[in-house]
Nanobody, 123 residues
Framework: QVQLVESGGGLVQAGGSLRLSCAAS????????MGWFRQAPGKEREFVAS????????YYADSMKGRFTISRDNAKNTVYLQMNSLKPEDTAIYYC????????????????WGQGTQVPVSS
């Protein structure tokens, strides 16, 4: 079992930055690919970014490339999402997830989800 707990969300102004963290319990964190997803009000949940188990490979949704950076520290069982140049349209609940690298972008074969952290971006 892996439990995921996100933190770091909160109100931020447009153009600002925020770093989200997702702490995982359990001894198997380093065997999972990790991802970040978000769900804006009234919209479906969408893929944001993913990182493979070793941290050597990352993948981003097109709208996040160049602004968001995903990273992980397997010694600390934590995955991060650095978000820069935030826009009001980035307002959403952000979720971290543990699963399979090759299918995470499709939200498939996700084994664990966090409870989410809210990120409101004011204009």
């Amino acid at each position: 079992q892996v439990q995921l707990v996100e933190s770091g969300g909160g109100l931020v102004q447009a153009g600002g930055s925020l770093r989200l963290s997702c702490a995982a319990s359990g001894r198997t964190f380093s065997t999972y690919a990790m991802g970040w997803f978000r769900q804006a009000p009234g919209k479906e949940r969408e893929f944001v970014a993913s990182i493979n188990s070793s941290g050597g490979r990352t993948y981003y949704a097109d709208s996040m490339k160049g602004r968001f950076t995903i990273s992980r520290d397997n010694a600390k069982n934590t995955v991060y999402l650095q978000m820069n140049s935030l826009k009001p349209e980035d307002t959403a609940i952000y979720y971290c997830a543990a699963g399979t690298w090759t299918t995470m972008i499709f939200q498939a074969r996700i084994d664990y989800w966090g409870q989410g952290t809210q990120v409101p971006v004011s204009s």
